[in-house]
C-alpha cells in the first residue's frame, strides 16, 4: 500500500514515481492471485485511474509488464502449493472461490446487504474515530494536500463502489481500502496538529484529536472484550472436547451452520492419536449442510457429538450435555438491581484455588466470571454509584451427546446379586428390619 501513496516532492509523471505505481501493481497482482480473489476490483480501479489520469498516463506497456509478472509469479506461488496440501491438481483456490460465489452466486447464501452498506455502515465502523470522517474532507479543503488526497481516494472509492454491486456485502471485503483512507485523514491530523499554537480555532482541534483517540482506544478494547462472545461456536468445540476427553476410538462430531460460522476452525480440531498409542481417540468433524442427508436418521446415527442452534432439528435421543451462550446486546442496570459483593481479594483467591484444582473450561469461565463479577461490583460501589452497562447473553448452541443406552444385561445381574444378598440376610445387617426403610430402588 506504501507503493499507492505520492511521494512527496515528485511529479506522479516522473520515472521514479511510475516504478512505484508498477511495483504496487505487481505487488496487487501477486496478493489477488494467492490470497484474495476480490483485491482484483482494487487492481483494476486504481490501474485505471493511473492510466486515465491526465498527470500520471502511466504507459500501458508498464501496466501490462507489471500484470503479467505478478500473474505469473502468483500463479507459480500459489498452484503447486495447494494443489499439493489439497490433494488436487491442478488448483487455484482464488479461481474456484471466484467461479463458487461470483459466477455461480451462492454467495447470496449467506445474506444480502443493500447497495449502500460499505458507504452507510462498513467504512463508517471499520473507521471507528469519529474524526477521522471530519479529517477526510478536511485535508481535500487544504489546496496543498488536494491533489495527492484526491489521487488515493478516487481509486479506493471507485473500488468500494464496484463492490457494492456485488449482493453480499462483509466489511473485510474492503478491509484493504482502510490504511489508505487513514493515510489521507492523517494528512489533516498533521495539518491541524503543527499549527495548533497558530489560531483558537487549530488549538480548539488539536483538542479534539486528542480526545477522540483516548475516546477511540477506550472504546476499541471494550469492543475487544465482547468480540469474544460472538464466537460460541469456538467454545462449544472446546468443552465439547472436555466432557468427551475419557472418551476412545472414533468420535464423530457434526457441527451446524451457526457453530462453523462462529469460530469453528480446523485449528481447535484434535490431532490424530500417535501410531503406538493403544486407546487414543481419533476425533472426525462433520459439517455436512445437506438438507436430505440432515433429514436422513441413518447419518445422525454414526454421530456422536452434535453442536446445534436448535436441537429440536436433531433426529434421535440426545442428552443436552451443556449450553453455551453467546453475546445479545447491552444493557443499562440501574442502582440496586443484582449488586454483587465486592470483594476482590477474595474473588482472585478464589480463581487462584480453582485453577489449580480443575480443568474444565467452563469452570474456568466460572472463575473467570467471579473475578469480573468482584471488580464491576467496586466500580458500581465507589464510581457510578450502582449504575452500569452490562452485557446481555442468551443461548446460542448446544451440546448434544448421544443418549446413553440402557444395559439391561448389567442391571439383571445387578438384580439377581441384589436378591442374593437378600436371600443370605446381608441387608438385614445393615439396617434392613430396625425401622429405616426397607424399599430398594433402582434408576434406570
Given amino acids: 500500500m506504501r507503493k ?62 507489471a500484470g503479467l509478472i505478478g500473474l505469473i509469479v502468483g500463479l507459480s506461488l500459489t498452484v503447486p502449493i495447494d494443489s499439493l496440501f489439497w490433494h488436487h491438481i491442478p488448483l487455484w483456490p482464488e479461481l474456484s472461490a471466484f467461479t463458487y460465489n461470483i459466477l455461480r452466486s451462492q454467495s447470496t447464501k449467506w445474506g444480502v446487504q443493500p447497495w449502500h452498506f460499505y458507504f452507510t455502515s ?34 479506493n472509492l471507485l473500488f468500494i463502489a464496484l463492490y457494492s454491486a456485488q449482493p453480499h456485502k462483509e466489511w473485510r471485503f474492503i478491509i484493504y481500502s482502510i490504511p489508505l483512507f487513514l493515510a489521507v485523514a492523517s494528512a489533516g491530523a ?25 475516546a477511540s482506544f477506550a472504546a476499541s478494547m471494550a469492543v475487544l472484550l465482547i468480540s469474544r462472545l460472538n464466537y460460541p461456536g469456538a467454545t ?25 460460522m462462529t469460530g469453528v476452525t480446523r485449528f481447535l480440531e484434535m490431532p490424530p492419536p500417535p501410531l503406538d498409542a493403544a486407546n487414543g481417540t481419533f476425533w472426525v468433524y462433520d459439517k455436512t449442510e445437506d438438507k436430505e442427508k440432515l433429514l436422513d436418521p441413518m447419518f445422525w446415527e454414526g454421530m456422536d457429538y452434535v453442536l446445534a442452534e436448535k436441537p ?19 444493557g443499562i442496570v440501574k442502582p440496586g438491581v443484582e449488586e454483587k459483593e465486592a470483594d476482590p481479594v477474595r474473588a482472585i483467591q478464589n480463581v487462584c484455588a480453582r485453577a489449580l484444582e480443575r480443568e474444565s473450561v467452563s469452570e474456568w469461565d466460572e472463575c473467570e466470571d467471579m473475578l469480573f463479577g468482584s471488580m464491576e461490583a467496586m466500580a458500581r460501589k465507589y464510581v457510578t454509584r450502582g449504575w452500569w452497562v452490562r452485557v446481555k447473553m442468551e443461548p446460542r448452541i448446544k451440546i448434544l451427546g448421544r443418549e446413553k443406552e440402557v444395559l439391561w444385561e448389567e442391571i439383571f445381574e445387578q438384580m439377581h446379586g441384589h436378591g442374593h444378598r437378600l436371600e443370605h440376610g446381608h441387608d438385614y445387617e445393615h439396617g434392613y428390619g430396625h425401622g429405616q426403610d426397607n424399599s430398594a430402588t433402582m434408576e434406570i
Fill in 122 to 155: 462498513a467504512l463508517p465502523r471499520l473507521l471507528f474515530n469519529p474524526i477521522t470522517l471530519f479529517c477526510i474532507p478536511f485535508t481535500l479543503l487544504v489546496p496543498i494536500l488536494r491533489r495527492q488526497a484526491t489521487d488515493v481516494l478516487v481509486p
Fill in 236 to 260: 462449544a468445540l472446546n468443552r465439547m472436547h472436555v466432557l468427551a476427553r475419557d472418551d476412545t476410538g472414533v468420535v464423530k462430531v457434526h457441527m451446524d451452520r451457526l457453530a462453523c
Fill in 190 to 214: 498533521s495539518w491541524i496538529w503543527t499549527r495548533r499554537a497558530k489560531t483558537f480555532v487549530y488549538r480548539v482541534l488539536s483538542m479534539a484529536l486528542l480526545a477522540s483517540t483516548l
Fill in 4 to 65: 499507492l501513496l505520492p511521494y512527496a516532492g515528485r511529479s506522479p509523471s516522473s520515472k521514479s514515481s511510475q516504478r512505484r505505481s508498477a511495483t504496487a501493481l505487481t505487488i496487487l497482482t501477486i496478493t489477488g492471485v494467492v490470497f484474495r480473489s476480490e483485491i482484483a476490483l482494487l487492481l483494476a480501479s486504481y490501474t485505471a485511474y493511473l492510466y486515465l489520469h491526465p498527470q500520471i498516463r502511466l504507459p500501458l506497456s508498464t501496466i501490462i509488464r
Fill in 312 to 330: 429440536e432439528r436433531i433426529i434421535g435421543s440426545w442428552d443436552v450435555l451443556d449450553t453455551v451462550e453467546g453475546f445479545a446486546g447491552v
